[in-house]
Nanobody, 124 residues
Framework: QVQLVESGGGLAQAGGSLRLSCAPS????????MGWFRQAPGKEREFVAA????????SYADSVKGRFTISRDNAKNTMYLQMNDLKPEDTAVYYC?????????????????WGQGTQVTVSS
């Protein structure tokens, strides 16, 4: 059974930083694209960032460009999201996602596997 487990969420002050991790179990996704999405209360799930298998191709939502960095360590079968200069509007549940293609996707429907999510709360 494939599971994606997120960690690293929590409470941060505006301007602060957090690093999220996503560790798949049950299979490796080192040859496939992965991404991060988030969902705030009352809003739809939205794209945050995605990376190709080798990390050579990445994509970011405009709202996080220059502040967030997606990366992955395939030797550890782990993906990361470094979040700097956090803003209150970044408050959401963050989800890790993986797909069965090595093509970066920016919509939730493009992903086959999802984690349970980790809460990120940014106070002003």
């Amino acid at each position: 059974q494939v599971q994606l487990v997120e960690s690293g969420g929590g409470l941060a002050q505006a301007g602060g930083s957090l690093r999220l991790s996503c560790a798949p179990s049950g299979r490796t996704f080192s040859s496939y694209a992965m991404g991060w999405f988030r969902q705030a209360p009352g809003k739809e799930r939205e794209f945050v960032a995605a990376t190709s298998a080798g990390g050579g191709r990445t994509s970011y939502a405009d709202s996080v460009k220059g502040r967030f960095t997606i990366s992955r360590d395939n030797a550890k079968n782990t993906m990361y999201l470094q979040m700097n200069d956090l803003k209150p509007e970044d408050t959401a549940v963050y989800y890790c996602a993986a797909r069965n293609l090595n093509v970066v996707a920016t919509v939730p429907g493009g992903y086959n596997y999802w984690g349970q999510g980790t809460q990120v709360t940014v106070s002003s």
